[in-house]
């Protein structure tokens, strides 16, 4: 009998730095060292904790699962003497357009109110309106229960596969600055030294969050002296969040007007300035490909849970409707919804957009719009836009931002139409929606930083895209909201991430002529003369720290999951408020 003399316990702290100390022991058992060899007769003990986790780490296939709370603020009143649209709406002037229409029989009385929540919803349950969505009909759409989930929205898995420069636009609302850069050029800025911290400051304030901290270094796009680097003395003005935007340097006497106020620029971040280049930042979009097809998503309703807003509705009686019809019109709702996939996703030999492994996942929403409210293109249309944080914010004059009229905010995505008899003399009318992406598309993404040192990524803006109204079936400039030619409308969040696996919360550095098996994704450092990078964590570790993911794994396949909250948002308008109608007395229409 004897005891296996190979074994070797390795303390859990020198596995991961940050990993929490644990006790170790090993139950020693009595085995036998000699035994009759049986021809043909081999067998092996299996811990079935072991296959478990080898098969864990093994499997690159995943399902992610999202519970999605949809949080939606219907806004807009409109007005439209398109039959369809007309007989539903939330009314506003129902009395009023009920005189007109019943008074002289008038087919193009305009019917004002909102669109009905059914027209946002991430799935729709209006399934048989006469004259809507009533199937094979004369109706406005020949409505599919099974696609009630793809007529509004639709719903992709995606990641981001690599970084693209792209033409970007901010406005200074404080002084009225429009900037216009690329984002390779890093973020912009404006010297404002009326906010400064003194007379020994220089102070900066940039439109987005520069991510820098005092004792680190700028490397500005102007320089003094054949100087471009300056170390970051200060952040902030003293107001709420601004360390986030502004920033100061010391001021040890600079001349000239290279730092006078109102001096624009960009600026990009360096941690060290012995090795400039190596610890220099990189300011990229970073550009996403669709892994799935619509018809793989599968939205579902999370049972009975509502979130915490309320039902927004009203009683429409039949006398105040154009078609003679009582119901309960729905203006705003509070469903939760679960979505999944119906085929796994293998990311097998498939490298993010800084080449190492994929990490993450991105549930990406897509507006369609099939029922024609909103995208039309050309002319005072505006089809699907794209913009960042910093292009959402009204202008002091309550309009929206001019980068909504830019050609280059467009977000690439083609937009398809179809024609419907319009009212009696009236020609035909056009009604237009987004074409659904297909796996393999590619879609931009959030406004990111990169820094070769700390070896991680930071989104310095998410991207947005917003949709306007179709003026040609539904005008809310006739209501006196928008303007013409630059509307508001609607925008939202594209992507949404999920983690998949986590990089350590440190990074391990070794040479390569002494370290062996060092990753395929770490860099070299210059400085250091160095490789860097961090280590993946396996699945079911957490940290000290709290990084680290333990998803159910079943059947060869990861089951990540989230909760999410998708908000539709509007943009600087206001609702008008309503009053409750009283049914009407009777007159000479009854």
């Not at 316990?9 to 990993?19: D, Q």
């Not at 550095?509 to 002494?514: H, R, V």
Request: aromatic letters at 16%; one cysteine or more.
């Amino acid at each position: 009998m004897g005891v296996n003399d190979t074994t070797k316990i390795v303390l859990s702290t020198l596995k991961f730095k940050s990993a929490p100390q644990l006790g170790s022991q090993i139950t020693v058992p009595f085995n036998q060292n000699v035994k009759n060899i049986t021809e043909y007769d081999r067998s092996q003990n299996i811990d079935l904790i072991d296959v478990y986790n080898q098969e864990r780490e093994k499997s690159k296939k995943f399902r992610p699962l999202t519970k999605i709370t949809f949080l939606f603020k219907n806004t807009y009143v409109g007005e439209t003497n398109y039959r369809p649209f007309y007989e539903n709406l939330y009314y506003v002037n129902a009395i009023e357009s009920s005189r007109q229409f019943c008074a002289n029989g008038n087919p193009n009385v305009y019917w004002s109110g909102y669109p009905l929540y059914n027209e946002f919803d991430l799935s729709r349950t209006d399934n048989d309106v006469v004259g809507y969505t009533k199937p094979n009909t004369n109706g406005h759409i020949n409505f599919v229960s099974t696609s009630a989930s793809s007529y509004n929205w639709n719903f992709f898995l995606s990641y981001g596969y690599k970084n693209v420069d792209k033409l970007m636009s901010a406005i200074d609302t404080k002084k009225n600055i429009t900037f216009n850069w690329n984002a390779f050029q890093g973020i912009p800025f404006v010297i404002d030294n009326s906010i400064s911290n003194g007379q020994n400051y220089i102070t900066f304030r940039s439109v987005c969050k520069h991510g820098l901290s005092v004792g680190e270094f700028v490397e500005l796009s102007f320089n003094y002296n054949g100087q471009n680097l300056f170390q970051v003395s200060d952040l902030g003005d003293g107001t709420y969040n601004s360390e986030l935007y502004v920033f100061s340097i010391t001021n040890i006497g600079y001349t000239g007007n290279t730092f006078a106020t109102g001096k624009q620029g960009t600026l990009k971040r360096v941690l060290n300035d012995n090795n400039p280049i190596s610890t220099r930042s990189e300011y990229y979009v970073r550009r996403h490909k669709i892994l799935t097809n619509q018809s793989e998503s599968i939205l579902t309703n999370a049972g009975f849970e509502l979130n915490s807003f309320k039902l927004t509705k009203q009683y429409e009686p039949s006398a105040l409707t154009p078609n003679n019809i009582s119901r309960v019109s729905v203006k705003e709702g509070s469903q939760t919804y679960n979505l999944s996939f119906a085929n796994d996703v293998d990311l097998q030999n498939l490298i993010d957009n800084q080449k190492r492994p994929i990490s993450e996942l991105f549930f990406t929403f897509q507006w369609v719009g099939i029922f024609g409210w909103t995208s039309k293109p050309g002319g005072n249309g505006f089809p699907l836009r794209q913009g960042f944080d910093f292009n959402l914010p009204t202008l002091s004059t309550g309009k929206p931002n001019s980068w909504w009229v830019n050609p280059f905010s467009t977000a690439g995505i083609s937009t398809l139409s179809y024609s419907k008899p319009g009212p009696p003399a009236k020609p035909p009318i056009n009604f237009y929606y987004n074409k659904p992406l297909v796996k393999g598309d590619e879609i931009d993404g959030d406004f990111c930083e990169w820094n070769d040192s700390e070896y991680q990524e930071r989104v310095i803006s998410n991207i947005y895209h917003k949709f306007t109204f179709n003026d040609n079936v539904f005008d809310i400039n006739i209501i006196g909201q928008s303007d013409a030619t630059n509307p508001f409308g609607y925008y939202y969040q594209v992507h949404h991430p999920i983690t998949l696996k986590s990089f350590s919360s440190y990074i391990e550095e070794g040479d390569a002529a002494s370290v062996t098996n060092i990753p395929d994704w770490a860099v070299y450092d210059q400085l250091s003369q160095n490789f860097i990078w961090r280590d993946i964590y396996p699945y079911g570790f957490i940290d000290n720290d709290g990084v680290g993911v333990d998803y159910p794994f079943l059947n060869g396949v990861h089951y990540p999951f989230r909760n999410l909250i998708f908000r539709l948002i509007p943009e600087g308008s206001t609702s008008i408020p309503l009053n409750v109608v009283p049914l009407p007395t009777t007159d000479e229409c009854e």
